[in-house]
């Protein structure tokens, strides 16, 4: 069978703001030596899926780079993983919805003639063996299938919940609801919508075609297109838990994280750093495929016990090119070419490439933008009402410095160097 996946790459993500100020949120770094997006894509390419083509708009220069660079010689021989700027062929509009985006490049699917369609999100951090969704939609004979993720009612309040019959038909679509619909039979539980949708080729561009000469659709799947099918057409719901990637844990059994906050994105983080992370980055059956950068190994220097000038990690993770020269991380995800200088001490902290530390800083909780350099002395994370005059902190106390850092100062005055690159 004959798939087509448009993955929707596009998005503001104002809420990871400024991690967002000059990258798309699918090109935000994760885990070291990722990008959200090649979560998305790894799950594609591993249930071979070949035809993909990735929607972007907003801020989208890091986001093209990395695909260009890295995904074109993963989709085999007949294959592609092709970025598609916005063309205006039908608008003279950036999109203005998700449904807009496919609309806009129904050209795609003229050409590639597909017989499904995925159209999934690129911003969130999961693995999916698209085969089995793709087999239960087959066997329902559906129009569209909704993958979904069963969650408390407490917690569902917060996503696009779906009512299901005990078949798994789609029965009613909920944006945000005060009460939550529960899962038949499983009373306590509602679907949240993971926003990743399977289509029969000829309904998808029937519904998009109709929902672009609606005046007052907002043109989303979830909150337009999706409520008014499921009335006409047999639109079912693919429980995302029941979803079985070889070589995974039973632990990690319906693993997903929409990463759209500053501190949803820090917890996620630093479960990769646990003991045994939920996801798991390790399992060489089912790779999360990226850029590797053509850098040395990370070196650890000095061991000077007098002293205390010691270049040691705990319970974190290092990439490529990276100096760990006499300072200490621990619980903290290093990107390729930090350098972390004598006697400094980061912990439970996320730096980006490039990121220089110099020595005797202090830094804890702190996500740290690409090319900064934070000077001799300095310390982040101790004093977060010093902290909010510099930098941006979350509410839960989350410091981040940003990659342009607005000429942001350190408490000794110095200003801190940010590189643009």
């Known amino acids: 069978m004959q798939v087509l996946a448009m993955v929707l790459a596009g998005g503001e993500g104002t809420r990871l703001w400024p991690l967002t100020e000059e990258r798309a949120k699918p090109a935000v770094p994760f885990g070291?030596?990722?990008?959200?997006?090649?979560?998305?894509?790894?799950?594609?390419?591993?249930?071979?899926?070949?035809?993909?083509?990735?929607?972007?708009?907003y801020k989208s220069d890091s986001l093209?780079?990395?695909?260009?660079?890295?995904?074109?010689?993963?989709?085999?021989?007949?294959?592609?993983?092709?970025?598609?700027?916005?063309?205006?062929?039908?608008?003279?509009?950036?999109?203005?919805g998700s449904v807009d985006a496919v609309f806009q490049n129904l050209n795609i699917i003229h050409d590639e003639d597909p017989e499904l369609v995925a159209v999934f999100g690129g911003d969130h951090v999961y693995k999916m063996d698209v085969r089995q969704m793709i087999?239960?939609?087959q066997e329902k004979r559906a129009a569209c299938t909704v993958a979904a993720i069963p969650v408390p009612v407490e917690e569902a309040k917060r996503f696009g919940c779906i009512a299901i019959d005990a078949d798994g038909r789609v029965t009613g679509f909920v944006e945000k609801p005060k009460i939550p619909p529960e899962i038949p039979g499983r009373p306590g539980w509602a679907l949240a919508s993971m926003g990743n949708y399977l289509f029969d080729r000829h309904t998808l561009v029937k519904e998009v075609e109709a929902d672009a000469k609606n005046s007052e659709s907002r043109h989303d799947f979830g909150a337009d297109l999706l409520p008014s099918l499921f009335k006409r057409a047999p639109v079912y719901v693919y429980d995302f838990f029941q979803n079985q990637i070889r070589g995974e844990d039973e632990a990690a059994r319906g693993y997903w994280v929409d990463i759209g906050t500053i501190e949803a994105y820090h917890?996620?983080?630093m479960d990769l750093v646990s003991v045994s992370p939920v996801l798991n980055l390790y399992n060489h059956q089912w790779p999360i495929r990226s850029w590797v950068a053509p850098v040395p190994p990370a070196k650890?220097?000095?061991?000077?016990?007098?002293?205390?000038?010691?270049?040691?990690?705990?319970?974190?993770?290092?990439?490529?090119?990276?100096?760990?020269?006499?300072?200490?991380?621990?619980?903290?995800?290093?990107?390729?070419?930090?350098?972390?200088?004598?006697?400094?001490?980061v912990s439970q902290s996320i730096l980006f490439e490039g990121?220089?530390?110099?020595?005797?800083?202090?830094?804890?909780?702190?996500?740290?933008?690409?090319?900064?350099?934070?000077?001799?002395?300095?310390t982040i994370g101790y004093d977060l009402d010093e902290d909010r005059k510099h930098w941006f902190v979350s509410d839960e106390g989350i410091v981040v410095v940003p990659k342009l850092g607005h000429l942001a100062r350190a408490r000794h005055g110095s200003v801190i160097d940010h590189h643009r690159t």
């Open 64 to 96: 093209l780079k990395h695909l260009l660079r890295t995904w074109s010689r993963w989709a085999g021989f007949d294959g592609f993983v092709d970025p598609v700027p916005p063309q205006m062929n039908l608008s003279k509009e950036w999109y203005v």
């Open 135 to 137: 087999a239960f939609h």
């Open 32 to 57: 070291g030596r990722y990008r959200i997006i090649d979560f998305v894509l790894s799950s594609l390419v591993n249930s071979g899926i070949q035809h993909i083509k990735v929607i972007t708009q």
């Open 267 to 269: 917890r996620a983080s």
């Open 355 to 378: 990121v220089n530390i110099g020595r005797h800083c202090r830094i804890r909780r702190a996500i740290i933008d690409k090319g900064v350099t934070i000077p001799e002395g300095t």
């Open 300 to 345: 650890f220097v000095f061991a000077d016990q007098q002293t205390k000038r010691i270049g040691i990690a705990t319970d974190s993770m290092v990439c490529e090119g990276c100096v760990i020269s006499g300072g200490h991380i621990e619980q903290s995800i290093l990107s390729h070419n930090v350098r972390l200088n004598s006697f400094a001490h």
